[in-house]
């Protein structure tokens, strides 16, 4: 029972609502500029493949898994794509736990294990973080789209 993990958040890289509104913008224009050139015929069709180009990737990007955030055995656990590294933050060393919002910024880029002025950053979707604080002062900023449950979760991990 101890193995089971107690909160389970998966972040995927392209569910930002800003960024996939950006890109169906630059598909609309895409499809508009190839309806107005009528001259070249070439360069009309490149303006088609474009903007299906940029469906397709913005499709894909939709379901491409950015991150997986566990909470089991008194550790977070956040586990990225392909070949980057699995982080295990240890709650016993963690002195502080709060909510905290992720940047003033009204557009954030996704971020996995950036190393930044004494912060460690996830992110990849969502306005709030939850800040853990160790021993040694490192702050680690996880950005969340539940961060009510993984605050609560990660309290009662401590405790």
């Given at each position: 029972m101890e193995n089971n993990p107690v909160f389970v958040?998966?972040?995927?890289l392209g569910r930002d609502y800003l960024r996939i509104s950006i890109r169906l913008v630059m598909a609309l224009f895409c499809f508009a500029a190839y309806l107005v050139t009528e001259e070249d015929k070439s360069q009309s069709d490149l303006f088609l493949v474009?903007?299906?180009?940029?469906?397709?990737?913005?499709?894909?990007?939709i379901f491409l898994l950015h991150y997986r955030i566990?909470?089991?055995?008194?550790?977070?656990?956040?586990?990225?794509?392909?070949?980057?590294?699995?982080?295990?933050?240890?709650?016993?060393?963690?002195?502080?736990?709060e909510r905290?919002?992720?940047?003033?910024?009204?557009?954030?880029?996704?971020?996995?294990?950036?190393?930044?002025?004494?912060?460690?950053?996830f992110y990849a979707?969502?306005?709030?973080?939850?800040?853990?604080?160790?021993?040694?002062?490192?702050?680690y900023i996880i950005g969340t789209q539940h961060p009510v449950e993984l605050l609560q979760t990660?309290?009662?991990?401590i405790n």
């Open positions: 958040e998966k972040q995927y474009a903007g299906f180009g940029i469906l397709i990737v913005s499709v894909i990007m566990t909470v089991k055995n008194r550790s977070v656990i956040i586990d990225g794509i392909w070949t980057s590294r699995m982080i295990k933050i240890d709650l016993n060393s963690i002195v502080k736990v905290v919002p992720y940047s003033s910024y009204m557009i954030s880029n996704p971020v996995y294990n950036l190393h930044k002025k004494g912060t460690i950053r979707d969502g306005k709030d973080a939850i800040q853990l604080t160790d021993r040694d002062g490192l702050r990660i309290n009662s991990q």
